[in-house]
Every structure is written in structure tokens, then in C-alpha cells.
């Protein structure tokens, strides 16, 4: 069974701080990996997705893809109680929009 | 970043009836959508891949006749809880891909369905 995993948190960091979110996958057939971000009550809204090992930037957040050993992460810089939130980690398969989630990670930023 | 819509945002019904919920693309065309459910304090569960012109695909343990859906027109799928039960109270969100090369998807608002 393919499997996407998250700690479920809460991971609590103060303001201004670099929050760091991890998600494991099993398949090593996954392609592209997805973050999510949910508020409570929300529905998702894509932060932003990486399907090449290595570092992708878009702002105050950063993708970390490993294919090797089967993790993705997600940084976020200077942190802002706005992005208390939950974060979901999504990942297909190649040649899919379907997509496999993880249980997320709830992240609280102390102001 | 395309826009989908989900109508109606919430909608409270009594057991036995039949609700039906609206998913759609606002800016751009959607050969295919995706139904999902989400449990309070859980994650997203794939329900069905709505195919437009086709019968949906239904994810295992999803009951296809209890949820039927309708993919009319390359903006608009429909969703339809039949019959239903408490137990089917739920936060129901559709999705349609983005026209990148990544695979993204984009949601809609979602659907919060209260069966009394």
C-alpha cells in the first residue's frame, strides 16, 4: 500500500523562526510532490510542488526533495502566526494527477 | 493560479434525502475532476475521478451508487449524495488539475454537508 506520512504535530515555533515540515513517502515510483496548505475549516491551497531532487525556493519557502531516501520537506522562513495552519504533504505517481496525502502536520507559530 | 467553485459552501439536509453539489472550473476547461472527503481532523480521502463525457472512476469502499456523479460539460461536475445518513456528514472538496507540467491540483472551497 502506498503511504504518505506526516507528523501530525503540533510543531510550535516562535515568530520570526524557520519552521520545518517533513513527509515520507513508500512508493519509489512517486514523481511529484506536493504542499498544501490548510486552514482550519478550508480547503487546501497549494503552496507549492517540486518533482527534481534538491532545493526549490518560492519566497519564504523552500521544497527539499531526496528521492533517495523517499522524503520531501518544506522550510519557511521568518515564520508569521499567519501560517499557523495545517500542512499537507501530497504526492502522485507517474503520470497522475491522482493524488496520494499525507495526514498533515499542524503547525502553530507563537507570536 | 486557476479558480474552482463549490456550490453551495454548506448545506444541512435530513436523513433519507438527496443533496447535490456543484463543483466548477471558473477560468479554464476540465477534462477531469476529483471528489474528495475529509473527516474532522483528517486528511483528504479521494472519493471518485469525475471524467467529463465518461462514467466517474470510484476509489475502493466508495459506494458509487450512493454517490453519484455527473461530469456535464468540460466546467462543471456534480456530485450527488443519495439517501443520505449522518454518517455522511462531511467536508466534501472537488479539484481539477492546473494546465502545468507538474501535476498540480487546485481546489475548490468545499462543501460542508450536515445530515440530521
Known amino acids: 500500500q502506498k503511504e504518505v506520512e506526516q507528523n501530525s504535530g503540533p510543531l510550535s515555533v516562535p515568530e520570526g523562526a524557520i519552521a520545518s515540515l517533513n513527509c515520507t513517502y513508500s512508493?519509489?515510483?512517486?514523481?511529484?510532490f506536493f504542499w498544501y496548505r490548510q486552514y482550519s475549516g478550508k480547503s487546501p491551497e497549494l503552496i507549492m510542488f517540486i518533482y527534481s531532487n534538491g532545493d526549490k525556493e518560492d519566497g519564504r519557502f523552500t521544497a527539499q526533495l531526496n528521492k533517495a531516501s523517499q522524503y520531501v520537506s518544506l522550510l519557511i522562513r521568518d515564520s508569521q502566526p499567519s501560517d499557523s495552519a495545517t500542512y499537507l504533504c501530497?504526492?502522485?505517481?507517474?503520470?497522475?494527477?491522482?493524488?496520494?496525502f499525507g495526514t498533515g502536520t499542524r503547525l502553530k507559530v507563537l507570536a | 493560479g486557476a479558480v474552482v467553485s463549490q456550490h453551495p459552501s454548506w448545506v444541512i439536509c435530513k436523513s433519507g434525502t438527496s443533496v447535490k453539489i456543484e463543483c466548477r472550473s471558473l477560468d479554464f476547461q476540465a477534462t477531469t475532476m476529483f471528489w474528495y472527503r475529509q473527516f474532522p481532523k483528517q486528511s483528504l480521502m479521494l472519493m471518485a475521478t469525475s471524467n467529463e463525457g465518461s462514467k466517474a472512476t470510484y476509489e475502493q469502499g466508495v459506494e458509487k451508487d450512493k454517490f453519484l456523479i455527473n461530469h456535464a460539460s468540460l466546467t462543471l461536475s456534480t456530485l450527488t449524495v443519495t439517501s443520505a445518513h449522518p454518517e455522511d456528514s462531511s467536508f466534501y472538496i472537488c479539484?481539477?488539475?492546473?494546465?502545468?507540467?507538474?501535476?498540480?491540483?487546485?481546489f475548490g472551497p468545499g462543501t460542508r454537508l450536515t445530515v440530521t
Open positions: 479539484s481539477a488539475p492546473g494546465a502545468g507540467r507538474g501535476y498540480e491540483q487546485y
Open positions: 512508493d519509489r515510483g512517486s514523481q511529484s
Open positions: 501530497a504526492v502522485t505517481t507517474s503520470g497522475t494527477y491522482k493524488y496520494i
